[in-house]
């Protein structure tokens, strides 16, 4: 008896307007009244602008302790600093995938004047214990991000998890992610295995999506944020782009809830109040 079930979509949520850093324009996805979180994701921002003052003061030094944050660019360049002495610059199509530990200041900051930048930061939760671990990167420029073209008008970026036997260059055993570039053209589908069990969700950037199967199924629209229901895999369909023939893309990303206590308050994400409160204090103490 075949019990292999397709995900469905649990709800639609579409990002609100917001700020960070100095004053950088996002749309917050996740970590909004609407949608707070999705163990172990605790926050997704889509960057996407072609004026430069909606971008360009970047996000000067600031503090992280106890979570990863995995920046995706699309467009444009940034230069990132820490104070534990890396520094870099992100072009587009690179990943970084940055382990804050038990602690990092850094900042990032727009390397160009004008034209346009556009990408995504997700944070995603550590377990307890890996909070106070050595901070570390895992960075990828475009060259080692590995494509599946599935025919039929289906590709896909593989950044962390497995297409088609394509293995993304990402690994995080505590929450064994899934990070997915889908580019799918008008009525090209893709069936992607995902473990039963693990959080999921669907941001559609570009298009407009069609997901799940049957009746059950629904089209996602672009900067709109689907949560999929539970299942072992994920049926994908590009629709008709609104304007000018374009495909419809869209990230796929999953991986395994911690369903632990979550303390968090700005850039410090640990277990309990204590933790919280101690980590302010190390921070102002300057022993990050």
């Excluded at 590709?155 to 570039?181: E, N, S, W």
């Excluded at 944020?225 to 590009?238: H, I, K, P, R, Y």
């Excluded at 609104?242 to 303390?263: C, K, T």
Aim: no cysteine; aromatic share 6%; proline share 8%.
């Amino acid at each position: 008896m075949n019990t292999q079930s397709v995900r469905g979509v649990s709800r639609v949520v579409r990002g609100m307007p917001t700020s960070d850093g100095a004053g950088v324009k996002l749309t917050r996805v996740i970590g909004q009244p609407r949608l707070p979180d999705l163990d172990p994701f605790l926050m997704l921002d889509e960057f996407g602008t072609d004026n430069p003052g909606d971008y360009i003061a970047g996000f000067p030094d600031h503090p992280h302790r106890g979570f990863e944050t995995v920046t995706y660019m699309l467009d444009g360049r940034m230069r990132h600093r820490d104070n534990h002495g890396h520094e870099g610059v992100l072009v587009p199509g690179s990943v970084q995938w940055m382990t804050a530990g038990r602690g990092i200041v850094h900042s990032e900051m727009p390397e160009q004047q004008e034209g346009r930048m556009r990408g995504f930061q997700l944070w995603i939760n550590l377990p307890a214990r890996d909070k106070m671990t050595a901070p570390k990167y895992q960075e990828f420029g475009p060259e080692r991000i590995p494509s599946a073209d599935l025919g039929d008008g289906a590709r896909v970026k593989v950044i962390a998890g497995r297409v088609a036997g394509v293995t993304g260059p990402i690994a995080q055993p505590a929450t064994d992610p899934i990070y997915l570039d889908v580019e799918l053209e008008p009525g090209a589908r893709l069936s992607q295995p995902l473990a039963r069990g693990h959080a999921a969700f669907l941001y559609v950037y570009e298009g407009s999506v069609r997901v799940g199967a049957g009746e059950s199924a629904a089209t996602v629209s672009a900067h709109e944020l689907a949560v999929l229901a539970d299942g072992d895999s994920v049926q994908l369909e590009g629709r008709d782009p609104p304007h000018d023939g374009r495909v419809s893309r869209a990230i796929l990303v999953a991986g395994r809830p911690l369903r632990e206590p979550v303390a968090k308050h700005g850039p410090f994400v640990m277990s309990t109040r204590e933790e919280l409160i101690q980590a302010f204090e190390d921070y102002q103490s300057g022993r990050f």
